[in-house]
């Protein structure tokens, strides 16, 4: 299993050697949160940042950008001073573990469009991803994404992400 420290300073280090082949294989780098914000793993941070801490994150399947799908699980932050904010330990996910879009968004009611932008929010595509996939414009995005967090309560894609997935990592 892959081992990642997210210092204080919300920055990715490698723990081990296969976080090393992770960062290699998934070019991931430190500064993910800066440096690709729409990354799974920089959404899943700023929602347990945003929520105040690790405390309230189930273990997720997320899919990265290159398609791959990982087991992630959030530690808790480190007792003994600010040496790291928390600890998140990656595993390949099976291929029978893939994250059910359909199931999740089932919960609500979205409009098939509504739905297929969804998918792609859950697989942490970015906006110019999506509208080339389903050939709208960004306008049209911001709509179906403002309508998505309106339906489901959410305030934010990130948070739309988190709670959806954990629902389904929960079993809800």
Same mark, same amino acid.
């Given at each position: 299993m892959a081992i990642v420290i997210v210092d204080e300073h919300r920055m990715l280090q490698p723990f081990n050697r296969k976080a090393e082949r992770l960062f290699d294989?998934?070019?991931?780098?430190?500064? =993910? !949160?800066?440096?690709y914000h729409t990354h799974p793993i920089a959404r899943l941070i700023r929602s347990i940042d945003r929520a105040g801490g690790p405390e309230f994150s189930p273990n997720q399947t997320l899919a990265f950008p290159s398609g791959n799908r990982y087991h992630v699980n959030v530690s808790r932050a480190s007792e003994?001073?600010?040496e790291r904010w928390? =600890? !998140?330990?990656?595993?390949?996910a099976p291929a029978d573990a893939a994250?059910?879009?359909?199931?999740?968004l089932d919960k609500w009611a979205l409009t098939p469009r509504e739905r297929e932008v969804a998918m792609h929010l859950l697989?942490?595509?970015?906006?110019?991803d999506i509208c080339r996939a389903v050939s709208i414009a960004s306008n049209t995005l911001r709509t179906h994404v403002r309508r998505i967090l309106e339906?489901?309560?959410?305030?934010?894609r990130a948070e739309f992400v988190a709670k959806?997935?954990?629902?389904?990592?929960q079993g809800e």
């Open positions: 294989s998934e070019a991931l780098r430190g500064d =993910l !949160l800066e440096s003994k001073g600010c928390l =600890l !998140l330990i990656v595993e390949p994250i059910e879009e359909d199931v999740i697989r942490g595509s970015s906006s110019d339906k489901t309560g959410m305030h934010s959806a997935l954990g629902r389904q990592s």
